[in-house]
T-cell receptor, first 113, second 112 residues
C-alpha cells in the first residue's frame, strides 16, 4: 500500500458525459501528479499540482482539468468524454523537492461507452 | 528530447533463472532514474531509484539496478526470478519535483 488513495476504482460512462476522479496523497506530500495509461499512448504525464498551485502541464486535453484543494486532495475532471478517453488514470504524490520519488495510487479505470 | 527506451517488450524466463531488463534514456543532464513494477490490475510500485553516488542500487524484492553514464543505461537485474515477479516493469526518468517520463514497459513472464 503506497498510501495514495484513488476513488472510484472503476467508472463506466457514456460519450459526452463528465466525470470526476479523486486522489488523496500520502500524508505530508505536497505534490500531486496525474498520469494516463492507455494501450496506444503508454504512461503519459497530464498535470502536476504543488500545495494547491498548478506546477506543470503535460499532454492534457483542454476538456480535462484538475485542482488541488487546501487539504491537498486532488480531483481530475474529464468532460465531453470520448471513446478514446478510456484508460487507467493514476495519481501519484511526492514530497516537496528532491528526491522526487513518486508513489502511485491504485488508479481509476475509466471506460467510455 | 527526453525519452526512455525499453527495447524488450516481452521477456520470458524460467523460475530461478537470472533476469536483466534493459533501459536506456536520453536526458539533458544526469537524471533521477527509477524502476517501477505493475502487476495486472494494480498501480505502480517503486522498486528502486538512483539519484547520485553509488551506481549500483538495491531495491525491494531482491532487485538491483546499475547506472552506467557512458551508456545512458539503467538496467534492472535479479539473480533468481520467482513466479511472483511476473508483471510489467517500467523504467522512468525525471528530475527533482518534476514529471516522470516512462518507457513503454517490459512484460515479464515466468515459467515454472
Amino acid at each position: 500500500d503506497s498510501g495514495v488513495t484513488q476513488t472510484p476504482k472503476h467508472l463506466i460512462t457514456a460519450t459526452g458525459q463528465r466525470v470526476t476522479l479523486r486522489c488523496s496523497p500520502r500524508s505530508g506530500d505536497l505534490s500531486v501528479y496525474w498520469y494516463q495509461q492507455s494501450l496506444d499512448q503508454g504512461l503519459q504525464f497530464l498535470i502536476q499540482y504543488y500545495n494547491g498551485e498548478e506546477r506543470a502541464k503535460g499532454n492534457i486535453l483542454e476538456r480535462f482539468s484538475a485542482q488541488q484543494f487546501p487539504d491537498l486532495h486532488s480531483e481530475l475532471n474529464l468532460s465531453s468524454l470520448e471513446l478514446g478517453d478510456s484508460a487507467l488514470y493514476f495519481c501519484a504524490s511526492s514530497v516537496a523537492g528532491p528526491p522526487n520519488e513518486q508513489y502511485f495510487g491504485p488508479g481509476t479505470r475509466l471506460t467510455v461507452t | 528530447a527526453q525519452s526512455v527506451t525499453q527495447p524488450d517488450i516481452h521477456i520470458t524466463v524460467s523460475e530461478g533463472a537470472s533476469l536483466e531488463l534493459r533501459c536506456n534514456y536520453s536526458y539533458g543532464a544526469t537524471p533521477y532514474l527509477f524502476w517501477y513494477v505493475q502487476s495486472p490490475g494494480q498501480g505502480l510500485q517503486l522498486l528502486l531509484k538512483y539519484f547520485s553516488g553509488d551506481t549500483l542500487v538495491q531495491g525491494i524484492k531482491g532487485f538491483e539496478a546499475e547506472f552506467k553514464r557512458s551508456q545512458s543505461s539503467f538496467n534492472l537485474r535479479k539473480p533468481s526470478v520467482h513466479w511472483s515477479d511476473a508483471a510489467e516493469y517500467f523504467c522512468a526518468v525525471g528530475k527533482a519535483a518534476d514529471k516522470l517520463i516512462f518507457g513503454t514497459g517490459t512484460r515479464l513472464q515466468v515459467f515454472p
